[in-house]
T-cell receptor, first 114, second 111 residues
Framework: SQQGEEDPQALSIQEGENATMNCSYKTSINNLQWYRQNSGRGLVHLILIRSNEREKHSGRLRVTLDTSKKSSSLLITASRAADTASYFCATDPRLIQGAQKLVFGQGTRLTINP | KAGVTQTPRYLIKTRGQQVTLSCSPISGHRSVSWYQQTPGQGLQFLFEYFSETQRNKGNFPGRFSGRQFSNSRSEMNVSTLELGDSALYLC??????????FGSGTRLTVV
């Protein structure tokens, strides 16, 4: 089952506006990551925020993490048509023996209108 | 630096057949994990391999199996295919916990 819940499921905005997507999760995590997917292709890693970090920036992306509320948000500023894609949050839960897995949310479908 | 390579890109199989998908990770990455993506269930973790050992397995039936070779390349196998196995299968490799690099995926259609 999916650990993450994303909100909204779909978002449509005008080019140049900011887009905000939210993610909630259920268990303790090592880190939280955001990925982009264009039209059923592979996932592109956007940004990783560790459990001891509260905010991180990368270009036009800003991610926040609130571990007390088990939630994160992704802000894309000055959106462009090329930002049209599905965005997924993924949590890296605390597993024993270093085993790695990602637990994905259902994703937000972002459409940027020219 | 070459990315994660998955082959084949597309595959059509008949119910009851078996299929093998291949993934070549980024050079130096020892962890390879597999995910299944369907419209109904979203992205679900299948398994993760590190240095030829399966470290973690998702909640999938035994028909789904995998392995990793000494050069870190990985294969996953699905036996006795069912219609519900139609999906995009994604492979990802990672070096440490700095994020994953995904391949373009193999789209499997079972008819």
């Amino acid at each position: 089952s999916q650990q993450g819940e994303e909100d909204p499921q779909a978002l449509s905005i005008q080019e140049g506006e900011n887009a905000t997507m939210n993610c909630s999760y259920k268990t303790s995590i090592n880190n939280l990551q955001w990925y982009r997917q264009n039209s059923g292709r592979g996932l592109v890693h956007l940004i990783l925020i560790r459990s001891n970090e509260r905010e991180k920036h990368s270009g036009r992306l800003r991610v926040t993490l609130d571990t007390s509320k088990k939630s994160s948000s992704l802000l894309i500023t000055a959106s462009r048509a090329a930002d049209t894609a599905s965005y997924f949050c993924a949590t890296d839960p605390r597993l024993i023996q270093g085993a790695q897995k990602l637990v994905f949310g259902q994703g937000t479908r972002l459409t940027i209108n020219p | 630096k070459a990315g994660v390579t998955q082959t084949p890109r597309y595959l059509i199989k008949t119910r009851g057949q078996q299929v093998t998908l291949s993934c070549s990770p980024i050079s130096g990455h020892r962890s390879v994990s597999w995910y299944q993506q369907t419209p109904g269930q979203g992205l679900q973790f299948l398994f993760e391999y590190f240095s030829e050992t399966q470290r973690n397995k998702g909640n999938f039936p035994g028909r789904f199996s995998g392995r990793q070779f000494s050069n870190s390349r990985s294969e996953m196998n699905v036996s006795t295919l069912e219609l519900g196995d139609s999906a995009l299968y994604l492979c990802a490799s990672s070096f440490t916990d700095y994020g994953y690099t995904f391949g373009s995926g193999t789209r499997l259609t079972v008819v």
